[in-house]
Nanobody
């Protein structure tokens, strides 16, 4: 399984970005795809996740109301639409995949995801 993120760049505060993550090398009908981020000097943080089957979505508290996760099952692609960006959103954003069906408290736990992408850098200037 391979995950490839794209879409990260420098953007001004208040702006928007859409990140993409394309999954390949498997059959993606169960489990979850998540986005995590790690800012400079910070621990990895859960951003959002979506289930392949049904499309239920979950968000970290710091991005609720600003970020939206979606998926295109036909293209094995998950998107992260990021609006109203803030300097504190600056981070490397990683997509991650698990084939398991996680209970909600575990969906935001990075250790429960088996596959990770290389990350894409998002920088938000003030």
């Amino acid at each position: 399984v391979q995950l490839a993120e794209s879409g990260g760049r420098l953007v001004q505060a208040g702006g928007s970005l859409r990140l993409s993550c394309v999954a390949s090398g498997g059959t993606f009908t169960d489990g979850h795809m998540g986005w995590f981020r790690q800012g400079p000097g910070k621990e990895r943080e859960f951003v959002a996740a979506i289930t392949w089957r049904g499309g239920s979505s979950y968000y970290g508290d710091s991005v609720k109301g600003r970020f939206t996760i979606s998926r295109d099952s036909n293209e094995n692609t998950v998107y992260l639409q990021m609006n109203s960006l803030k300097p504190e959103d600056t981070a490397v954003y990683y997509c991650a995949l698990t084939f398991r069906t996680l209970m909600e408290p575990r969906i935001g736990i990075g250790g429960d995801y088996e596959y990770w992408g290389q990350g894409t850098q998002v920088a938000v200037s003030s």
